[in-house]
């Protein structure tokens, strides 16, 4: 098997291919030159055989014409054939007009008296010479063949058919042709020699430049080939010897800027991470491994289920790495560690060819203290809010006792005070949107979460908004698909943020309009958990919202008329609730709205299946 396998390799080599192919272009070459010269010898040989018998049949038509022209002389026609002296070889017979041998010489004797009927005869017989190369109709031999007319006044009165075997000119052929493959034999190995003299001059060449790679592939840039001839191939080793110095310089480079990366590395103050594409970790820089609490050399090699404290980024990770849903740029993620570290982890996948990501790099940013920061600021708020929300009442409680009448002119008393009245309960309201956001901000909202009957909850929402649509002459309707499952909510937050849509629609719907609540199934990838949905739209025939608000629409106090809004007691905070309750329900919001043809506000919530809901960090009964 070993020989096999060498016998194969030697086969493969370049020396091997050249011996082969110069044998086989010194084989085509004879095979055509003996082709050639075998049918050129053929038809010299037939050539001249066909002129022999020719002179040889004209001259006995000559000397047999006026016998056959005279049906008394016919006698006269064998004595003349028997006593003509013909080559080795050749034989004569003489026919007559219908084709009937009247004297043949040699071993043709016996046919006479039969007719023939051998291709050329009736040719001749129609007075145009016949003849060619066929079987002998006695032997079956290779023979050439002649028949030629015997003329009289124009008019045909027999025929001279010479006969002449072709076995000798074959014969001389083999023997040519012998000849000729002894001499491509002794050309072939002639050629062996030379070819595998020529080839070792070029393959010599070769199997240096390939040992050489070898010992470079092995770390070894130092030693040279020697030019031995100013051909390709020693311009080849020339290249070679180039490449070689100019790859150990550029090796140097990459490891000078390689110690340079590491040293960088190191000591940076935010952690690194690398991946390669199939989620292994690859680098972990001090700075990471002590963010982390990991061994660097413990978790090379492993992925990020290996290190607990990045759990919340396999998911995110395998959707860059895999390419799902298209999510291949780059990603922040934040985590809580359980020391109490709030780190910010950026994702930038390593693209390769065709876009796809090849590894991935996670930089780790220690943000506890921003956090915390932030976290002041929150509470802050929530705080000043609550602080501001008693001197509020206060106010509230003595402009009640002026209006009742404890103030002078009574015309500016009730003017003013009605002012005041309804800034304070703006003020109130807006202070409760704040305390409200605080909570959801922080978490720490709490949820009653329960299996709510959708149909019942649009038809409460109706219930409680009929009077104030009533008031602005616009109509309210609901209505709901027959069969709705229930869907995981909390009754007082949904009540609360279908109340405040549909309070928006009524106050930007001119009376005579209309308001349609409508509850649906969610069509199919409406949520983002990809689960089965129920979908509330409230839908009007208001004023519409400029194509170029709606990105804004759920901003904090952004308000598409500022001046209408406040006039309508908006605070600019109820969209931004509304989505924050929503997003807490596991569901979705969207707007979708066209100046003057009405707005529709959709609420998608998931059916209930399993468990409720639990938002993270919510509070209460949610948690």
């Known amino acids: ?188 190995a002639i050629t062996v020699l030379l070819a595998i003299a020529l080839s070792r001059t070029i393959t010599r060449p070769i199997r240096e430049v390939t040992s050489r790679a070898a010992e470079m592939a092995a770390g070894d840039f130092d030693r040279r080939i020697e030019v031995r001839s100013g051909d390709e191939l020693g311009q080849l080793a020339a290249m070679f010897n180039h490449l070689a110095a100019r790859l150990k310089g550029t090796l140097d480079e990459i490891s000078r800027e390689k110690s340079k990366a590491e040293a960088i590395l190191n000591h940076m103050a935010d952690g690194i991470l690398a991946l390669d594409g199939s989620g292994r970790i690859i680098l972990v820089n001090p700075a990471a491994a002590g963010l982390l609490a990991c061994v660097p050399d413990a978790v090379i090699g492993g992925t990020l289920a290996g290190v607990p404290a990045l759990g919340p980024l396999i998911d995110p990770v395998a959707g860059i790495l895999g390419g799902a849903g298209g999510e291949q740029g780059e990603r922040t993620v934040a985590i809580e560690a359980e020391d109490g570290k709030v780190l910010r982890a950026d994702l930038a996948p390593v693209a390769e060819k065709a876009g796809a990501a090849g590894g991935l790099v996670i930089v780790l940013h220690d943000i506890t203290e921003q956090e915390r920061l932030e976290r002041m600021r929150r509470e802050f708020v929530a705080n000043v809010s609550h602080e501001l929300r008693t001197p509020l009442t206060t106010i509230k409680s003595y402009v009640e006792t002026l209006v009742d009448g404890a103030a002078e002119e009574a015309e500016v008393r009730a003017r003013f005070l009605g002012v005041v009245w309804d800034e304070t309960n703006r003020m109130v309201r807006l202070v409760n949107d704040l305390l409200q956001l605080s909570r959801l901000d922080a978490g720490h909202m709490d949820w009653e979460f329960a299996s709510l009957d959708v149909v019942g909850l649009v038809a409460d929402a109706r219930q409680r908004m009929a009077m104030q649509a009533e008031r602005k002459g616009v109509r309210l309707e609901a209505g709901a698909t027959p069969g709705l499952g229930p869907v995981w909510a909390d009754r007082e937050r949904m009540q609360q943020v279908l109340g405040n849509v549909i309070a928006n629609a009524l106050d930007f719907t001119p009376a005579g309009g209309s308001v349609r609540v409508f509850a649906a199934p969610a069509a199919a990838g409406r949520l983002a958990g990809g689960g089965p949905g ?13 194509v170029e608000d709606l990105p804004r629409l759920f901003e904090r106090f952004y308000r598409v008329e500022k001046a209408r809004t406040r006039q309508r007691g908006g605070t600019g905070l109820g969209l931004s609730i509304a989505r924050e309750i929503i997003h807490a329900h596991g569901g979705e919001i969207d707007i979708a709205s066209e100046v003057g043809r009405g707005t529709t506000v959709s609420l998608t919530l998931p059916v209930a299946q399993g468990e409720p809901p639990r938002p993270a960090g919510a509070g209460g009964n949610g948690q």
């Open 534 to 546: 129920v979908e509330i739209t409230v839908k009007d025939t208001g004023v519409g919202i400029p």
């Open 1 to 188: 098997m070993a020989a096999g396998k060498g016998g194969g390799r030697v086969f493969k080599g370049i020396q091997a291919k050249l011996i082969l192919i110069l044998t086989l272009l010194i084989l085509v070459a004879m095979q055509f030159i003996g082709v050639y010269l075998l049918q050129a010898l053929e038809g010299y040989h037939i050539k001249n055989l066909a002129g022999q018998l020719d002179q040889q049949a004209q001259l006995i038509a000559g000397l047999i014409r006026r016998y056959l022209a005279d049906p008394s002389q016919v006698g006269r026609v064998e004595e003349l054939v028997t006593s003509f002296s013909l080559p080795t070889g050749v034989e004569a017979m003489v026919l007559d007009v219908r084709g009937t041998v009247l004297c043949a010489s040699g071993r043709r004797i016996a046919l006479r008296g039969q007719r023939m009927s051998l291709p050329p005869v009736p040719a001749a017989l129609s007075g145009q010479t016949g003849g060619g190369v066929m079987p002998d109709p006695e032997s079956q031999t290779r023979c050439y063949q002649l028949a030629l007319p015997v003329k009289a006044d124009d008019r045909v009165v027999g025929v001279v058919y010479m006969i002449a075997s072709l076995e000798q000119v074959y014969h001389t052929m083999s023997a040519v042709f012998l000849i000729l493959l002894t001499a491509t034999l002794i050309a072939m």
